[in-house]
């Protein structure tokens, strides 16, 4: 056998292979996912999930609700959004997205897959005032959720505005983005210039892959809670009642905190808060502050991309265990400072759907553990979420600022307080 | 200033293979006109070195250069006392010198077992482990004779060998020179890329697909369940997860290796390099003796021939034990407890030693029983089947002690 036969026999195969790869990576291939998977995909919290696209598409079109936050969503008690929907039959139901760490930069780039499904639908936002550090979105927590589909998504639809810049020299700021098509394009972007043809085009292909990519395996992996969340909905009377819904809370969350003084969750405190843990706690939020954050930026991109989808919101804020609070020295004076400073920048915007729970830390089972709404706290954002979900969906129409873009406004610590019944003079704005 | 290292970890996803073999691509053509570009290998061996410990692991490549400058100093400083004229050969010096070559994995060792926070530094690096044995390796050697002159380039080739830096396969250094000095001929070298290439698929096949299902997949669900149901049972927590647990284990640490020794293997084919085979179908093992030679075997075998063999050589000669059985025995006890050792300083490696050194030691007492009751015994296909599947229990049985599961599910650390 001639060499150069031997060397195709070894090579042929492999080049074939990449080959067929490429052009397999590269065929617009179209899926549905069952209705089965997408329910899963919904309370999973999955990250593959969150950083995708098609899953999410076609379950905002099929009714399900995006609820945006962090680590609270995964509070998984019987009084949960999603145990309520699904034990009363709701008109919709919630797609959980966020967890641990996520923050108004990530969401942001979550949201560009699906801005034609929101188009004129509605959303629920947790905001937490935690999540307005002086740091800002939290590097190692962007690894985790940063979607390269989604970010391409967004540079290919980029323009010179002011929001567009700024969301891609943040993006280009963090870690994560080492070098490659995307950096160098996200620099263009937020130095207001365009992007070249073959960047486009090393773009377009690049999410032709990743978008297969998501349709082949994002289905795969899926934390399954269904079993969890219809063990937790056995729980609950079988007519929709606050009173009745208060009662299984207070006796659940009884049963569930009793180890504590803090009304914190028993597992919680006893894994998360063991006693050298929690010396070392006692005191040491008492510098910690929500006000002055580049975080108000990030949320101000959120914001915009709900205003260009014309999406309905309704933001919860939710508050800290007032005991936990006290313990660590956490100041609420601080605290709602910085809820009025979110507050105005809602409202000043035309965003008037808030259900501020800001000052309920105190209240009785309100909290499961330390920063995170449970129990009753749930009770009361369903006060706020079913009469929302119940209005007709249209088209909203918003009065967005620059200005919360810049230094002065992240940096700002007096805001007018916004009061939220009074619809007339907020109509002024 | 904010640099963004590009950090490359050897092997450790699809992407990283494009870069190395465009890197490689000069070698391999090289190869096959006929010449091997060294300058060009050490160029590129350095670059993909310095990509390892860059970035957040400049300190483990500290350490590296640290160490091999030290490890440098007794090796050629044994060797000139070794090859000097009239050389004494004291045992004394030759036991100093492997001493002085193992110190620093030794310190990591116990280095690494220190509640967090009390070493102020950043202890070893990555791969030290696989250099400290080719080193031990070639003291030994110069202590026997067979290795007279040492080229201090070669040598640091040989220990920096970028393939097969992070977990081996174990080469030998005179294996190691003599490809190394040599080129290939044409009809050869593509025999090489003919087994670089499968090697290479067959790892991909392993590590990156099988090894992810059974170790990324499906371990930590079994792993978790197999908690929360020993929690629930309490005693010895033993729920049928563990045995789950076990079998998946197994084939995941099988997977996991035995793909990254066949890129290691298969880098080093694409170079012209014949770095030994790791595994050899170590499942079809049809006894524990016939497991260890088919198991991570560049190891087993520098264990057999640098622990094993001179152990018992050293204990003949001073007529430690005179019973031979008993003193093959005492010899694998001393191999498994180093190795176990060896993996770390905890209970269940060392436990894991135990285990295999009672097993091999039972297993001869049965081959000698087998060769003496040979007319009475049946073998036949039944038998030699049943052999295979029971071998195969009991090394699943093994490397659930190995995994450290245990220790986790009964004092909830591992």
Same mark, same amino acid.
């Given at each position: 056998?001639?060499?150069?036969?031997?060397?195709?026999?070894?090579?042929?195969?492999? +080049?074939?292979?990449?080959?067929?790869?490429?052009?397999?990576?590269?065929?617009?291939?179209?899926?549905?996912?069952?209705?089965?998977?997408?329910?899963?995909?919904?309370?999973?919290?999955?990250?593959?999930?969150?950083?995708?696209?098609?899953?999410?598409?076609?379950?905002?079109?099929?009714?399900? #609700?995006?609820?945006?936050?962090?680590?609270?969503?995964?509070?998984?008690?019987?009084? $949960?959004?999603?145990v309520?929907?699904?034990?009363?039959?709701?008109? %919709?139901? =919630?797609?959980?997205?966020?967890?641990?760490?996520?923050?108004?930069?990530?969401?942001?780039?979550?949201m560009?897959?699906?801005?034609?499904?929101?188009?004129?639908?509605? &959303?629920?936002?947790?905001?937490? =005032?935690?999540?307005?550090?002086?740091?800002?979105?939290?590097?190692?927590?962007?690894?985790?959720?940063?979607?390269?589909?989604?970010?391409?998504?967004f540079?290919?639809?980029?323009?010179?505005?002011?929001?567009?810049?700024?969301?891609?020299?943040?993006?280009?700021?963090?870690?994560?983005?080492k070098?490659?098509?995307?950096?160098?394009s996200?620099?263009?972007?937020?130095?207001?210039?365009?992007?070249?043809?073959?960047?486009?085009?090393?773009?377009? &292909?690049?999410?032709?892959?990743?978008?297969?990519?998501?349709?082949?395996?994002?289905?795969?992996?899926l934390? *399954?809670?269904?079993?969890?969340i219809?063990?937790?909905?056995?729980?609950?009377?079988?007519?929709?009642?606050?009173?009745?819904?208060?009662?299984?809370?207070?006796?659940?969350?009884?049963k569930?905190?009793?180890?504590?003084?803090?009304?914190?969750?028993?597992?919680?405190?006893?894994?998360?808060?063991? $006693?050298?843990?929690?010396?070392?706690?006692r005191?040491?939020?008492?510098?910690?502050?929500?006000?002055?954050?580049?975080?108000?930026?990030?949320?101000?991109?959120?914001?915009?991309?709900?205003?260009?989808?014309?999406?309905?919101?309704?933001?919860?804020?939710?508050?800290?265990?007032?005991?936990?609070?006290?313990?660590?020295?956490?100041?609420?004076?601080?605290?709602?400072?910085?809820?009025?400073?979110?507050?105005?920048?809602?409202?000043?915007?035309?965003?008037?759907?808030?259900?501020?729970?800001?000052?309920?830390?105190?209240?009785?089972?309100?909290?499961?553990?330390?920063? $995170?709404?449970?129990?009753?706290?749930w009770?009361?954002?369903?006060?706020?979420?079913?009469?929302?979900?119940?209005?007709?969906?249209?088209?909203?129409?918003? &009065?967005?600022?620059?200005?919360?873009?810049?230094?002065?406004?992240?940096?700002?610590?007096?805001?007018?307080?916004?009061?939220?019944?009074?619809?007339?003079?907020?109509k002024?704005? | 200033?904010?640099?963004?290292?590009?950090?490359?970890?050897?092997?450790?996803?699809?992407?990283?293979?494009?870069?190395?073999?465009?890197?490689?691509?000069?070698?391999?053509?090289?190869?096959y006109?006929?010449?091997?570009?060294?300058n060009?290998?050490?160029?590129?061996?350095?670059?993909?070195?310095?990509?390892?410990?860059?970035?957040?692991?400049?300190?483990?490549?500290?350490?590296? +250069?640290?160490?091999?400058?030290?490890?440098?100093?007794?090796?050629?400083?044994?060797?000139?006392?070794?090859?000097?004229?009239?050389?004494?050969?004291?045992?004394?010096?030759?036991?100093?010198?492997?001493?002085?070559?193992?110190?620093?994995?030794?310190?990591?060792?116990?280095?690494?077992q220190? =509640?967090?926070?009390?070493?102020?530094?950043?202890?070893?690096?990555?791969?030290?482990?696989?250099?400290?044995?080719?080193?031990?390796? #070639?003291?030994?050697?110069?202590?026997?004779?067979?290795?007279?002159?040492?080229?201090?380039?070669?040598?640091?080739?040989?220990l920096?060998?970028?393939?097969?830096?992070?977990?081996?396969?174990?080469?030998?250094?005179?294996?190691?020179?003599?490809?190394?000095?040599?080129?290939?001929?044409?009809?050869?070298y593509?025999? *090489?890329?003919?087994?670089?290439?499968?090697?290479?698929?067959?790892?991909?096949?392993?590590?990156?697909?099988?090894?992810?299902f059974?170790?990324?997949?499906?371990?930590?669900?079994?792993?978790?369940?197999?908690?929360?149901?020993?929690?629930?049972?309490?005693?010895l927590?033993?729920?049928?997860?563990?045995?789950?647990?076990?079998?998946?284990?197994?084939?995941?640490?099988?997977?996991?290796?035995?793909? %990254?020794?066949?890129?290691?293997?298969?880098?080093?084919?694409?170079?012209?390099?014949?770095t030994?085979?790791?595994?050899?179908?170590?499942?079809?093992?049809?006894?524990?003796?016939?497991?260890?030679?088919?198991?991570?075997?560049?190891?087993?075998?520098?264990?057999?021939?640098?622990?094993?063999?001179?152990?018992?050589?050293?204990?003949?000669?001073k007529?430690?034990?005179?019973?031979?059985?008993?003193?093959?025995?005492?010899?694998?006890?001393?191999?498994?407890l180093i190795?176990?050792?060896?993996?770390?300083?905890?209970?269940?490696?060392i436990?894991?030693?135990?285990? $295999?050194?009672?097993?091999?030691?039972?297993?001869?007492?049965?081959?000698r029983?087998?060769?003496?009751?040979?007319?009475?015994?049946?073998?036949?296909?039944?038998?030699?089947?049943?052999?295979?599947?029971?071998?195969?229990?009991?090394?699943?049985?093994?490397?659930?002690?190995?995994?450290?599961?245990l220790?986790?599910?009964?004092?909830?650390?591992?």
């Open positions: 056998m001639s060499n150069r036969r031997r060397l195709w026999q070894i090579f042929g195969p492999v +080049i074939c292979a990449f080959i067929l790869l490429l052009i397999v990576f590269l065929i617009p291939w179209d899926r549905t996912f069952s209705k089965e998977d997408i329910f899963e995909a919904a309370n999973s919290q999955n990250t593959t999930v969150f950083k995708g696209v098609k899953m999410k598409q076609e379950a905002f079109d099929d009714g399900y #609700v995006p609820f945006y936050g962090s680590s609270e969503l995964s509070r998984l008690d019987p009084l $949960h959004p999603s309520l929907a699904q034990k009363y039959h709701r008109n %919709y139901k =919630p797609f959980l997205l966020g967890g641990p760490g996520s923050q108004s930069l990530v969401h942001f780039i979550g560009q897959g699906t801005s034609s499904q929101l188009k004129d639908k509605k &959303a629920v936002v947790i905001i937490s =005032p935690q999540w307005f550090t002086k740091q800002g979105q939290n590097p190692q927590a962007f690894e985790l959720y940063y979607s390269p589909l989604e970010t391409i998504i540079l290919l639809n980029a323009k010179n505005t002011k929001t567009d810049r700024y969301a891609a020299k943040r993006l280009a700021s963090m870690p994560t983005m070098t490659g098509a995307i950096k160098t996200l620099k263009l972007i937020a130095q207001g210039k365009k992007l070249t043809k073959t960047e486009r085009a090393w773009l377009e &292909a690049r999410l032709r892959m990743l978008e297969n990519e998501d349709k082949f395996f994002s289905a795969f992996q934390r *399954d809670r269904i079993q969890k219809n063990d937790q909905a056995k729980l609950l009377p079988n007519t929709y009642s606050i009173k009745g819904l208060t009662a299984i809370a207070n006796e659940q969350a009884a569930h905190t009793n180890s504590n003084r803090f009304g914190i969750d028993n597992r919680f405190f006893k894994t998360r808060l063991p $006693h050298k843990e929690l010396s070392k706690l005191g040491s939020q008492r510098k910690f502050d929500y006000v002055k954050s580049p975080e108000y930026s990030d949320f101000q991109l959120m914001l915009e991309q709900f205003a260009k989808q014309h999406t309905n919101v309704l933001f919860i804020i939710p508050p800290v265990n007032a005991k936990w609070a006290k313990y660590t020295g956490l100041s609420q004076k601080m605290y709602e400072q910085s809820v009025d400073k979110i507050r105005y920048q809602l409202a000043s915007q035309g965003f008037e759907n808030i259900a501020d729970l800001s000052k309920d830390g105190h209240r009785k089972y309100f909290m499961q553990d330390t920063i $995170h709404l449970g129990w009753n706290g009770i009361a954002v369903d006060k706020a979420v079913k009469p929302f979900m119940s209005t007709p969906n249209g088209r909203y129409n918003y &009065a967005i600022s620059d200005y919360f873009y810049s230094k002065h406004w992240q940096n700002r610590t007096k805001v007018k307080k916004i009061d939220l019944t009074d619809k007339a003079s907020l002024d704005k | 200033m904010n640099f963004n290292f590009i950090n490359l970890q050897p092997y450790s996803n699809p992407q990283y293979f494009i870069y190395l073999l465009i890197a490689l691509l000069p070698i391999i053509i090289g190869l006109f006929g010449k091997r570009l060294k060009y290998e050490a160029i590129f061996s350095l670059v993909f070195l310095f990509l390892i410990f860059d970035g957040n692991h400049w300190q483990e490549g500290i350490n590296l +250069i640290i160490y091999l400058i030290y490890e440098f100093l007794i090796t050629f400083g044994y060797l000139h006392y070794r090859t000097k004229k009239d050389s004494p050969n004291k045992s004394w010096v030759f036991n100093l010198a492997v001493v002085l070559a193992i110190l620093p994995l030794t310190a990591v060792k116990i280095l690494i220190m =509640p967090k926070g009390t070493v102020p530094f950043v202890v070893g690096f990555l791969g030290i482990s696989y250099i400290t044995f080719k080193n031990v390796q #070639v003291i030994m050697e110069t202590r026997d004779g067979v290795i007279k002159q040492i080229d201090p380039l070669t040598y640091a080739r040989f920096l060998f970028f393939p097969t830096i992070s977990s081996g396969p174990i080469d030998r250094y005179r294996r190691f020179k003599s490809d190394y000095e040599k080129v290939p001929s044409r009809e050869e593509i025999g *090489d890329l003919q087994l670089a290439v499968r090697y290479l698929f067959q790892g991909f096949l392993y590590k990156f697909i099988l090894g992810w059974f170790g990324t997949y499906l371990l930590p669900k079994i792993a978790m369940r197999g908690l929360i149901a020993g929690n629930a049972i309490g005693g927590k033993l729920s049928w997860w563990v045995v789950a647990y076990m079998y998946v284990y197994t084939m995941y640490l099988f997977f996991d290796f035995a793909g %990254y020794s066949l890129f290691a293997v298969s880098i080093s084919h694409f170079m012209g390099i014949h030994p085979m790791n595994f050899n179908k170590p499942f079809i093992s049809k006894n524990i003796k016939d497991f260890w030679n088919r198991w991570h075997m560049t190891l087993s075998f520098w264990f057999r021939d640098y622990i094993y063999m001179r152990f018992t050589f050293f204990a003949m000669k007529k430690l034990i005179k019973n031979r059985i008993r003193l093959s025995q005492v010899s694998y006890f001393v191999l498994f190795m176990g050792f060896w993996h770390g300083l905890t209970w269940y490696y436990v894991y030693g135990i285990y $295999h050194a009672t097993a091999i030691c039972i297993n001869d007492i049965w081959l029983f087998k060769r003496k009751h040979k007319d009475q015994l049946p073998s036949n296909k039944f038998t030699q089947w049943f052999a295979i599947f029971l071998t195969f229990q009991f090394v699943c049985l093994g490397m659930l002690i190995f995994s450290g599961y220790s986790q599910l009964w004092f909830g650390w591992q």
